[in-house]
């Protein structure tokens, strides 16, 4: 028996705001994930991006809390260009997202940004710099 890494699971704790979150970034929730306690989005490859309400949890596992502290954790989404990490995060920051780091052409050849969903997971955004001039 071989274990195959399937989905990704993230626990919110509003719905609605965390599934507009994503679907700003292009996840493809259906279209009353926000009043659910649990969504998914079919990614490319066949893998999901699951995401739980913390009542959902604790429907399970009754004595769960959120960790405290900072997150350990963040999804790193690629873009097809430099200019679409700057819109991307422009876009998120300008509707209310916490931007934790602004675009900034990185020292390994891409530009970068990093911004927090909702709960306060990181979400990197990404894209190759273009090749420098010879």
Do not use: K, N
Not at 74 to 82: E, G, I, K, R, W
């Amino acid at each position: 028996m071989t274990a195959r890494f399937d989905a990704l699971s993230i626990i919110v704790s509003d719905m609605a705001a965390s599934v507009a979150f994503y679907r700003r970034l292009g996840f493809a929730f259906p279209e009353d994930a926000g009043d659910q306690p649990h969504a998914e989005a079919g990614l490319p490859g066949g893998t999901r991006l699951l995401l739980d309400t913390e009542a959902s949890v604790r429907s399970f596992m009754p004595g769960w809390e959120p960790p405290a502290g900072g997150g350990r954790h963040s999804l790193a989404l690629l873009c097809d260009t430099p200019a679409e990490v700057d819109a991307l995060y422009a876009e998120l920051t300008g509707a209310g997202c916490h931007g934790e780091r602004g675009p900034w052409d990185a020292v390994w050849g891409q530009r970068y940004a990093v911004l927090h969903d909702p709960d306060g997971h990181g979400v990197d955004l990404f894209a190759p710099l273009p090749a420098p001039a010879e």
